[in-house]
Every structure is written in C-alpha cells, then in structure tokens.
C-alpha cells in the first residue's frame, strides 16, 4: 500500500511538471491517491485521468486540444470571479 511518503513525493514532483504520472502494480492506492491529492489542491486547478477509462484515454487522444479548452475554461472562470 502507498505510504504518506509517496503523497508527498507526488505533491513535490505537481510543483515543478504540469502532469505526473502514477504507475504501479494493481491495487496499492493509486486511484486513492490520486484522488486525495486532488481534494487537497482543489478540482478547480487539478484535471485526474483514469488511463484505463476510456472516456478518459477518448480526451487525450487530442490532448493538447482537450487541455488548451480546458485552459480557456478555467480562464473564463477566473474573469467570471467566484
Ligand atoms: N493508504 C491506504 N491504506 C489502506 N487502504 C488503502 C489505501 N489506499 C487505498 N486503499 C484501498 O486499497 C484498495 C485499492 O485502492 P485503489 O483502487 O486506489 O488502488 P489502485 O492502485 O488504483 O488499483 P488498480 O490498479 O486496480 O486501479 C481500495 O480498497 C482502497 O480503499
Ligand atoms: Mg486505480
């Protein structure tokens, strides 16, 4: 099972790459992590991608399109204010 350690070891890794990738055998807590991680940073500013879900693989198959409407979004967001 994933230890607090490797949170923080993902957290660090967030801070200096714009996608971390989490893999590993099955069953260790990858989902579990990923989805804590992203209830920490907040699901405004975090996008979580399942590669096994194929909605999920389906949005990155183009993926600089997906996330440049992603950008734009958020930044429609942002002008609208909270
Ligand atoms: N830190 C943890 N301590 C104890 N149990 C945990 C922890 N993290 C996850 N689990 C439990 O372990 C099981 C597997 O977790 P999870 O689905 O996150 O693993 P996974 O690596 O994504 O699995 P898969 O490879 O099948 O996608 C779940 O039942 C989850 O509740
Ligand atoms: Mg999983």
New binding site residues.
Partial sequence: ??GRHVQADVRRALAGFPVVALL?P????????ARALQRGLGAARTRYFDL?SPADLAKLSDAEAYLDAQRGAAGRRRARGP
């Fill in positions: 099972m994933l590993g099955r069953q260790v807590g990858k989902t579990t992590l096994e």
